[in-house]
């Protein structure tokens, strides 16, 4: 899934023939527990930089919950291109 898959109710159609369409998703799979994994550093220090497994498994150890079956949220700051920024 692209990086921006996860910003469509409808995602799951965006990117695959059989995917659900947003009518098709049920509501137990919108509402459940959640967590915020905040890159805005990391993206801000290197503008390459590519969210990972890794990024979860740190999250997991610093806060002591494993996020499995947990609605994801990847907070990765108004721009990690700042160089770009400049220039609009």
Known sequence: MAEHGGTHADAPVHFHEQGNTVDQISIEQLVGPAAVIVISEKGRNNYTY??????ILMWEKKH????????LRIY???TIFPQIEKNI
Request: charged letters at 25%.
């Open 64 to 71: 002591g919950m494993k996020l499995e079956n947990s609605i």
């Open 50 to 55: 590519q969210f990972s497994a890794d990024d």
């Open 76 to 78: 990765a700051g108004s």
